[in-house]
């Protein structure tokens, strides 16, 4: 995966939504980046310049990495065939076998290895897999410095990406004096971490929240988290 266009032909493997169809009934909306909309500083730019479901495009990207169809139909190179597991843990079951069928279609040899969730984080935080399915989200483009920056590879950096010029981008996002300053970083963050295929997005479902009306004082993150400081039931 260290090769932009092998991780640019994964992205183009992937119907992204016919997964939100098959996994999610369709109520959510499709990922182009590593934010979701609802998150403070999400730029719409990654929509124009995201990877859509393209299987030609996996070819050419695929040929420019130097690889080949082998007989059995598998991506090779020198000999080889490229193979991979997909690491989850049992809340993303469907999501990861949804997305191993558009691989395999696609020309990848990969399998699925279910894990209990403490083994899977302990496996992410030693860079001890391939591929991960999971999801995570906070109220705002801060979240990036913590899987993307080179210091956090031990920590929350999964993808253990040790970029200079996207580390000045994240430092630019944690230090921004006020919003406005923040968005542009984040723009900037988001556009360079889609165009180097560093993740492969593919969607957030909507939730429903359903509370009594004898519960109040609670509020709820932009992203739709519940804060219960406070709350009380009257």
């Given at each position: 995966f260290n090769d932009i266009n092998v991780r640019k032909a994964l992205n183009y493997a992937v119907n992204r939504d016919q997964m939100l169809q098959v996994v999610a009934q369709g109520r959510g909306e499709v990922l182009y980046g590593p934010l979701r909309p609802a998150t403070i500083g999400y730029s719409s730019e990654v929509e124009k310049i995201g990877y859509s479901y393209n299987l030609e495009k996996?070819?050419?990207?695929?040929?420019?990495?130097?690889?080949?169809?082998?007989?059995?139909?598998?991506?090779s190179k020198d000999g080889a065939e490229i193979a991979f597991s997909i690491s989850t843990d049992p809340l993303f079951s469907r999501d990861t076998e949804v997305l191993q069928m558009f691989l395999t279609e696609a020309g990848f040899k990969c399998e699925i290895q279910q894990l209990e969730t403490g083994a899977l984080m302990e496996g992410l935080a030693t860079g001890n897999y391939d591929l991960n399915v999971s999801s995570a989200s906070w109220a705002d483009a801060v979240v990036l410095f913590?899987?993307?920056?080179?210091?956090?590879?031990?920590?929350?950096?999964?993808?253990?990406?040790?970029?200079?010029?996207?580390?000045?981008?994240?430092?630019?996002?944690?230090?921004?004096?006020?919003?406005?300053?923040?968005?542009?970083?984040?723009?900037?963050?988001?556009?360079?971490?889609?165009?180097?295929?560093?993740?492969?997005?593919?969607?957030?479902?909507?939730?429903?929240?359903?509370?009594?009306n004898r519960f109040a004082g609670y509020t709820t993150t932009p992203t739709g988290e519940l804060i219960l400081y406070g709350s009380y039931i009257k």
């Open positions: 996996v070819t050419e990207f695929m040929t420019a990495a130097g690889y080949a169809k082998s007989e059995n139909g598998i991506w913590g899987f993307f920056h080179s210091s956090t590879m031990d920590a929350s950096n999964y993808g253990r990406i040790n970029d200079p010029v996207l580390d000045g981008m994240l430092l630019n996002i944690f230090g921004a004096p006020n919003r406005t300053a923040l968005e542009s970083a984040a723009a900037d963050a988001q556009k360079y971490i889609v165009e180097n295929a560093f993740v492969i997005p593919l969607y957030v479902a909507f939730s429903d929240l359903v509370i009594n």
